[in-house]
């Protein structure tokens, strides 16, 4: 979607991100610019910018935190960076997973059956169990 608006290859994560900017100062429908920059994070989580994909989805999340795409697009780029992490910092790495864990539950909680990660992150989950040692925990937010 996104890339169709700006003409922009998804090979091409970082020059996304002057585009997106460029889009969303003209773009006024507040679920276009969310469903946007859900696609901005997925094309950089393509280009393995997972570091701006993670804050792009948060950008998301901020503003709704049940988006189940984001939920699921932040739990895969966690774990990718979990491992590129943990092979030199181990104790960071953990980290990583365990937010991928509780944002993978999160998402398992609120999406239906039929969306397209559901039995992927059912997998990952197990998969953090067993090789990371990490379980979902329940988070608690802080109001500001």
Do not use: C, W
Not at 17 to 45: G, I, N, P
Not at 67 to 86: E, P
Not at 107 to 134: C, F, M, R, W
Request: charged fraction near 30%; glycine fraction near 4%; avoid cysteine.
């Amino acid at each position: 979607m996104l890339m169709s608006r700006t003409g922009a290859e998804r090979t091409k994560g970082k020059e996304l991100l002057a585009a997106f900017q460029e889009y969303m100062a003209v773009e006024t429908d507040a679920k276009k610019k969310s469903s946007s920059q859900v696609a901005l994070a997925e094309a950089l989580q393509d280009s393995n910018e997972f570091d701006l994909a993670i804050a792009e989805y948060e950008k998301v999340l901020s503003v709704d935190p049940n988006n189940v795409d984001a939920l699921a697009g932040i739990s895969l780029s966690l774990v990718n960076v979990g491992y590129m992490t943990s092979e030199t910092n181990a104790a960071k790495g953990k980290e990583h997973f365990q937010q991928a864990a509780n944002y993978l539950q999160k998402y398992l909680d609120l999406a239906p059956d039929t969306h397209k990660y559901k039995n992927d992150a059912k997998g990952i989950i197990e998969t953090l169990k067993s090789e990371q040692k990490v379980a979902p925990q329940k988070t608690t937010r802080k109001k500001q």
